[in-house]
T-cell receptor, first 114, second 114 residues
Framework: DQQVKQNSPSLSVQEGRISILNCDYTNSMFDYFLWYKKYPAEGPTFLISISSIKDKNEDGRFTVFLNKSAKHLSLHIVPSQPGDSAVYFC?????????????FGKGTKLSVIP | EPEVTQTPSHQVTQMGQEVILRCVPI?????FYWYRQILGQKVEFLVSFYNNEISEKSEIFDDQFSVERPDGSNFTLKIRSTKLEDSAMYFC????????????FGSGTRLTVV
């Protein structure tokens, strides 16, 4: 059961360039999407979110894009910095039945090379 | 910045033993959660807790598991008779509102069942 999929387990990007992390979902009832960042030996940290009624949300260097028809979202980090190196999790909320549990993808490990 | 604190950071237990994982959520938060991540797999929802009762649980959260908020500050997860497949990183989280703004996660307890 993979309702949220992150098909790239890892991504390497040069410092200063754009990092694009992708996420696909299958459950059309999801109404809110979140990105979390995780460093080793720490818990996930909330990064940015987007409601299903929007197609873009921006916060500083981070932008999340949502394409509902394709059931696809992406996180853009511009410019990428070495401190951005972490595992990034895509998560979704909402099943139409009042559930607020987060459904996570498996994560993408981002390495930003100085 | 307020934190969710989890203890211990690592617990090793023998199969069949009971374990209690402890969490101190952020003091003004009202919703509490447990998630787990088996090595190499995605973060999975276990249970949410509000107003001194379980508000939502997953199929993973069977009769072997229980949660408690014994004293108004701690939030515990008990596994009655541990199995090898319970070995995972267990994350506690809390939130002020019901989920969509993003939870604050603790650093996790790594449970190893031998």
């Amino acid at each position: 059961d993979q309702q949220v999929k992150q098909n790239s387990p890892s991504l390497s990007v040069q410092e200063g360039r754009i990092s694009i992390l992708n996420c696909d979902y299958t459950n059309s009832m999801f109404d809110y999407f979140l990105w979390y960042k995780k460093y080793p030996a720490e818990g996930p940290t909330f990064l940015i979110s987007i409601s299903s009624i929007k197609d873009k949300n921006e916060d500083g260097r981070f932008t999340v894009f949502l394409n509902k028809s394709a059931k696809h979202l992406s996180l853009h980090i511009v410019p990428s910095q070495p401190g951005d190196s972490a595992v990034y999790f895509c998560a979704a909320i909402g099943d139409g039945a009042g559930s607020y549990q987060l459904t996570f993808g498996k994560g993408t490990k981002l390495s930003v090379i100085p | 910045e307020p934190e969710v604190t989890q203890t211990p950071s690592h617990q090793v237990t023998q199969m069949g033993q009971e374990v209690i994982l402890r969490c101190v959520p952020i003091s003004n938060h009202l919703y509490f959660y447990w998630y787990r991540q088996i090595l190499g797999q995605k973060v999975e929802f276990l249970v949410s807790f509000y107003n001194n009762e379980i508000s939502e649980k997953s199929e993973i959260f069977d009769d072997q598991f229980s949660v408690e908020r014994p004293d108004g500050s701690n939030f515990t997860l008990k596994i009655r008779s541990t199995k090898l497949e319970d070995s995972a990183m267990y994350f506690c989280a809390s939130s002020l509102t019901r989920g969509k703004e993003g939870y604050t996660f603790g650093s996790g307890t790594r449970l190893t069942v031998v």
